[in-house]
Antibody, heavy 125, light 106 residues
Framework: EVQLVESGGGLIHPGGSLRLSCAAS????????MNWVRQAPGKGLEWVSI???????YYADSVKGRFTISRDTSKNTLYLQMNSLRAEDTAVYYC???????????????????WGKGTTVTVPS | SYELAQPPSVSVSPGQTASITCSGD??????VCWYQQKSGQSPVLVIY???KRPSGIPERFSGSNSGNTATLTISGTQAMDEADYYC?????????FGGGTKLTVL
């Protein structure tokens, strides 16, 4: 069964650091695009970061320079290292598998077909 | 940066058709997907590449994309369809989500 399980969330003071983990089963993290999405309390979905199968990474402007996405092939696990945390980083953080590519008309498609249940990060103001 | 706009809320009676729109500049030139998120749960993909349904998603869910607007249509809406719905597209190595639409089945 294809599954993602996040962990590592918690209460952390402003300026602190936290590392989130996302353990995958049923498929290889290294062979797929993987990303993190967050959702602040009562708000909508916000994309955070992606890592391609070739290791290329991209970040939302709101976290660039503070967050780092990575993976461990031997553990089949995705990570999100979060530094210099702010109150506005308070959210549920989801990891998701991404299906992406270009069709025969060279249009990009990108969608998240498997999601974890999320882990909550709280940074008090 | 690219933006997608959705109405905050849509209401529908059981058995009727619900339409949720997602607007963006030249959206016809991008692939749009849709996620359903029920209260307290993770998002679930219901439409990808404008109009394709993942396995397990009921046929009453359909999608279209033309001009500057993509539309998620739910035919014969059921009480279980009450949820938040988010559109999403890809632009310049970045994922863009719409603000979400709360679908209420009255």
């Amino acid at each position: 069964e294809v599954q993602l399980v996040e962990s590592g969330g918690g209460l952390i003071h402003p300026g602190g650091s936290l590392r989130l983990s996302c353990a995958a089963s049923g498929f290889a993290v290294s062979n797929n695009y993987m990303n993190w999405v967050r959702q602040a309390p009562g708000k909508g979905l916000e994309w955070v970061s992606i890592i391609y199968s070739d290791g290329t990474t991209y970040y939302a402007d709101s976290v660039k320079g503070r967050f780092t996405i990575s993976r461990d092939t031997s553990k089949n696990t995705l990570y999100l290292q979060m530094n210099s945390l702010r109150a506005e980083d308070t959210a549920v953080y989801y990891c998701a598998r991404v299906i992406a590519g270009r069709d025969n008309t060279f249009h990009h498609f990108y969608y998240m077909d498997v999601w974890g249940k999320g882990t909550t990060v709280t940074v008090p103001s | 940066s690219y933006e997608l706009a959705q109405p905050p809320s849509v209401s529908v009676s059981p058995g009727q058709t619900a339409s949720i729109t997602c607007s963006g500049d030249k959206l016809w030139d991008k692939y749009v997907c849709w996620y359903q998120q029920k209260s307290g749960q993770s998002p679930v993909l219901v439409i990808y590449q404008d109009k394709k349904r993942p396995s397990g998603i009921p046929e009453r869910f359909s999608g279209s994309n033309s001009g500057n607007t993509a539309t998620l249509t739910i035919s014969g809406t059921q009480a279980m369809d009450e949820a938040d719905y988010y559109c999403q597209a890809w632009d310049s190595n970045s994922v863009v989500f719409g603000g979400g639409t709360k679908l209420t089945v009255l």
